[in-house]
């Protein structure tokens, strides 16, 4: 049994950290995230901090790192936007998926870089992968700060969302082994959903 602490990981490579602090939780949702800026500059980056607030509203959050040193295309477009698309990554699109990932200079869209076609739905600004089997368009509600790191909690509310009718269960629930939408552990592992079980909804 290998067991680590906070001075044991201090041998750790940084790359190794990252690696293994991103895997630790399990397997987590791939999805691309769509913006644009006032300048009419797309833009797409991997995700998998997203995660669920509420349903009713119904809202979603991502974590995102703000540093000095690093361009934050992406959250710099929502913060003078306001809006951004959730978009899932599916079994076709893995690679050029993520590939996003790389800095690409802040003029360059990662759509026409990485071979995406940009959606557009009810005018809004941001837009969605048309790859993409399920697409969530949100409207930024609120940047939460925290005081002990830099990164910050970015919580939008849906406004849109579109996926295939034969995702979707009885119940409501989407069926993403159906969809082929991928999951991510660390920074380069990819996994592919499989139903194993479904119980009654509990509540006392």
Do not use: W
Not at 95 to 107: A, G, L, P, R, V
Not at 164 to 188: A, D, M, P, Q, R
């Amino acid at each position: 049994m290998l067991e680590i602490n906070k001075d044991k990981l201090k041998n750790y490579t940084r790359v190794e950290i990252i690696n293994l602090m991103n895997s630790i939780t399990g397997a987590k949702p791939a999805l691309l995230l769509g913006t644009k800026s006032i300048r009419k500059v797309s833009n797409l980056a991997i995700f998998s901090s997203i995660v669920h607030i509420s349903s009713s509203p119904a809202l979603f959050a991502f974590f995102i790192r703000n540093t000095k040193n690093h361009r934050r295309d992406t959250f710099n477009n929502i913060l003078e936007t306001k809006c951004y698309t959730f978009n899932h990554i599916n079994s076709k699109i893995i690679k050029q998926s993520h590939e996003t990932s790389y800095k690409y200079s802040e003029d360059v869209s990662e759509f026409k870089e990485c071979g995406f076609t940009e959606e557009y739905v009810n005018n809004f600004h941001a837009p969605y992968v048309k790859e993409s089997n399920i697409k969530i368009g949100l409207e930024l509600r609120e940047v939460v700060d925290f005081s002990f790191t830099t990164s910050k909690l970015i919580v939008g509310e849906l406004v849109y969302a579109s996926f295939c009718e034969k995702y979707i269960t009885k119940n409501k629930t989407l069926n993403l082994e159906n969809s082929e939408s991928i999951f991510v552990s660390g920074l380069n592992d990819y996994y592919l959903p499989k139903k194993i079980a479904s119980y009654p909804y509990v509540r006392k």
